[in-house]
């Protein structure tokens, strides 16, 4: 007996075993995990997950793996923070944070890659890979390392210089494309048809991967006392992210561990690559965007692979999504590091500034308990936050210099809030 039943698919719901496998070979939808929620229920309870890690792994029974061998890096369990600043800032009554930014390659990749590594090493696969934005490169890369297996990762080679470090430094074979995201995936595709007993965590093993990302409600859910809240605001690329964590939520409700409720899902793209958003926004269908330009690179993302999940659940759920610019979502950046002392890379400036026209359009209520996810970390995007900073003044060390320039600098200040 086990809590997974196989796989099934999300458009015709024909059943298929566990295997590396994505799409449904009668209608080519994509293919979702099938679980046994009576079994499930069966074996859950607050206290089994209470005594568990502090890490994704306390939600084990909800997660589509039979092994307890995890590839675990200490992924999540991350603290619940009420943003009593930022809240104030934007003027909702009650904000929460989850900073995803502290996972073990600094986004909430490390979610979805350690659960899809540990999967892939159940099925026996003899290398794994990615195509990605960057975060999800770095995330595949370190659990490569700590499982001991060949990493096969493609990038867009104009991403930023602190994500291709990061991703070179845990030794994975890295293939910068010549190209966008879209190319890199569709090279990425090719190679894994080519290879089959490679599994490459976001496309022949999707269905597991996506799963880690529920585990951002459970833990919002556990640490609000077993509660959904009313919102939440997601940042969007693939669109996988804000589907799963609504799904976490629905879930929890069906195992019995948390009251009934209807939580709204939002989500956020930058304007320049925003497929998703702008559908939502002009409730049309879903039209890839081709010749992209943004900042926000780990975002970027033209023809999204779950786009339709995206937004499908937004509408459902009477959610709503926003597409700031680009110096918006710098704005952002700099709103979060100064309330609440968080530093977030564009994808994270993408989602608060998201957060913040949504509030001022009224699509999200002044009186909803709503939480906002920041999924990845300022530190790998320095090339393009330093641009909109100042650098500090440099004086030789005596006292009078020191007094003379604070008074300079107080004076400034002065002046920048006049005005
Ligand atoms: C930091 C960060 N946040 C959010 C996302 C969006 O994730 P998804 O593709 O699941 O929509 C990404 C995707 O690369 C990301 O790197
Ligand atoms: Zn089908």
Known sequence: MSHIIGLKCTHCGEEYPATIQNTCHECFG????????????????KEKIKSGPNSIWRYADLLPVETTDYVDLGTGYNRLQRARHLEEAIGLDELYLIDDSVNPTYSFKDRVTSVAV??????????IGCASTGNLAASVGAHAARAGIPAYILIPSTIELGKITQIMIYGPRV?????????????ANEVVDLHPDWAFVNLNIRPYY??????????TAEQLGWNAPDHFVAPMASGSLLSAIHRGYKELMKVGLIP??????SGSQPLNCSPISTAVQRESEITPVRDYQTIVHSLAIGNPSEGENAKETIQRSHGYAATP??????????????????????????TVAGLKKL??????????KTVVYITGNGLKAQDTIMRTLKQPEAIKPTL????????????????????
């Open 30 to 45: 994509l293919l979702a995990v099938n679980y046994d929620w009576d079994y499930i229920q069966d074996h859950i309870s």
């Open 118 to 127: 540990t999967k892939a090493l159940e099925f026996g696969a003899k290398a």
């Open 175 to 187: 293939i910068a494309i010549d190209g966008n995201y879209d190319d890199a995936n569709r090279l």
């Open 210 to 219: 996506t799963e880690g990302s529920k585990t951002l409600a459970y833990e």
């Open 260 to 265: 009934e409720k209807d939580v709204r899902a």
């Open 325 to 350: 610019t680009d110096e918006e979502v710098l704005e952002a950046i700099h709103l979060l590091a100064k309330t609440e002392g968080i530093f977030t890379e564009p994808a994270g400036g993408t």
């Open 359 to 368: 509030v001022e359009e009224g699509y999200i209520e002044k009186d909803e």
């Open 400 to 419: 009078t210099n020191f007094e003379e320039l604070i008074s300079k600098i107080s004076r400034k200040e002065k002046e920048i809030i006049i005005a």
